[in-house]
């Protein structure tokens, strides 16, 4: 069973404090100010599920206003993106100077690196998803621009998320590992979908000609991720194109070609360290497989981008 945290498990004069540690602890450095009610009590809990690279949970409580603060900011490291997807009461997400409004359903990002508030006036329920900032910052160009703004949960990408996040969540115990990454990444698809949809996403069409490049170059990339020569170079030479003409083509991309390269070793590892035929071969030798050639920057960059270690991934990943 997935774990829930509760301020029953404590006196009701020691609940706020409890609360604000509970959320430090499952999302990042807050404060949390309760708004008082008639009977001066506090509730709230948080049940966490784990996926591959994806933090879910589901917040119920009281009204309440939650701040992170450049103080919060300056004294951590925490560098992830959070998505509130309202499934009951109403709340504010507040950060870049915009307010978005979420309903039932509604959903809004924002990031940890700059200072934010959540608002809420009356009893409320969010789904929280959380997941490392580069990973994000690798699908999404100007991230800046689409915090705190509210997608619609009743249409478009929006609504698929929230059908996929409620049959997520009568699921998720009966999860295999591998169903398990494959359900996270297409939560994030999903998630990027909708904010693609904000006018602060809309990016000039590429032309059938780049589209057609780009599209050569990624294909090309994805079948010789094992080769630790790959580069810009070489691929450029593999399909008689100039360097130059490589990055052109990747300008309109949230990632210069060679990071991309970097991003899908690491999304290929991901995989085979979940895949149980390969339970058995060291975490050194999958990433050697995958193209890397040093040991302590693959462990580096897999940390970056998913948040844990290799070996913690596949342990926390592993059946029980």
């Given at each position: 069973?997935?774990?829930?945290?509760?301020?029953?498990?404590?006196?009701?004069?020691q609940?706020?404090?409890y609360?604000?540690?509970?959320i430090?602890n499952?999302?990042v450095?807050?404060?949390?100010d309760?708004v008082?009610t008639?009977?001066?009590?506090?509730?709230?809990?948080i049940?966490?599920?784990?996926?591959?690279?994806l933090g879910?949970?589901v917040?119920t409580?009281?009204a309440?206003?939650v701040?992170?603060?450049?103080?919060?900011?300056?004294?951590s490291?925490?560098?992830?993106f959070?998505v509130?997807?309202q499934?009951?009461?109403?709340?504010?997400?507040?950060q870049?100077?915009?307010d978005a409004?979420?309903?039932?359903?509604?959903f809004?990002l924002?990031?940890?690196t700059?200072?934010y508030?959540?608002?809420?006036?009356q009893?409320f329920?969010?789904?929280?998803?959380?997941?490392p900032g580069?990973?994000?910052?690798?699908e999404?160009r100007?991230?800046?621009a689409?915090?705190?703004?509210?997608?619609?949960?009743?249409?478009?990408?929006?609504?698929?998320?929230l059908?996929m996040?409620r049959?997520?969540?009568?699921?998720?115990?009966?999860?295999?590992?591998?169903?398990a990454?494959?359900?996270?990444?297409?939560?994030?698809?999903?998630?990027?979908?909708?904010?693609?949809?904000?006018?602060?996403?809309?990016?000039?069409?590429l032309?059938?000609?780049t589209?057609?490049?780009?599209?050569?170059?990624?294909?090309?990339?994805?079948?010789q991720?094992?080769?630790?020569?790959?580069?810009v170079?070489?691929?450029?030479?593999?399909?008689?194109?100039?360097?130059?003409?490589?990055?052109?083509?990747?300008?309109?991309?949230p990632?210069?070609?060679?990071?991309?390269?970097?991003?899908?070793?690491?999304?290929?590892?991901?995989?085979?360290?979940?895949?149980?035929?390969l339970a058995?071969?060291?975490v050194?030798?999958?990433?050697?497989?995958?193209?890397?050639?040093?040991a302590?920057?693959f462990?580096?960059?897999?940390?970056e981008?998913?948040?844990?270690?290799?070996?913690?991934?596949?342990?926390?990943?592993?059946p029980?």
């Open positions: 069973m997935t774990p829930l945290l509760s301020t029953d498990a404590v006196p009701r004069d609940r706020l404090a609360w604000t540690d509970m430090c499952v999302y450095q807050l404060e949390c309760a008082r008639g009977d001066g009590d506090f509730e709230g809990s049940r966490q599920h784990a996926l591959p690279g879910m949970s917040v409580s009281r309440q206003k701040m992170r603060t450049p103080g919060h900011i300056a004294a490291s925490d560098d992830c959070l509130s997807i499934a009951r009461g109403q709340g504010v997400v507040r870049d100077g915009r409004v979420l309903g039932a359903g509604d809004a924002y990031d940890s700059r200072p508030q959540l608002l809420f006036d009893p329920e969010q789904i929280v998803l959380k997941l580069e990973r994000l910052r690798s999404l100007d991230t800046e689409l915090t705190a703004t509210t997608v619609s949960g009743r249409e478009g990408a929006g609504h698929l998320l059908g996040i049959t997520l969540r009568e699921d998720f115990d009966a999860l295999q590992p591998a169903s990454l494959a359900v996270a990444h297409g939560v994030q698809n999903i998630l990027v979908a909708g904010l693609q949809t904000l006018p602060a996403a809309h990016a000039p069409a032309s059938k000609l589209a057609y490049h780009l599209g050569r170059v990624k294909q090309r990339i994805d079948e991720l094992a080769d630790p020569t790959l580069s170079g070489t691929l450029a030479a593999q399909l008689g194109m100039s360097v130059s003409h490589v990055h052109r083509v990747f300008k309109s991309e990632l210069t070609p060679s990071q991309y390269i970097w991003e899908r070793r690491l999304d290929a590892c991901s995989r085979d360290l979940l895949e149980p035929r058995g071969r060291p050194g030798e999958i990433a050697y497989g995958r193209g890397f050639n040093d302590a920057h462990s580096r960059a897999f940390r981008r998913f948040g844990c270690s290799p070996r913690e991934w596949r342990q926390q990943r592993s029980q």
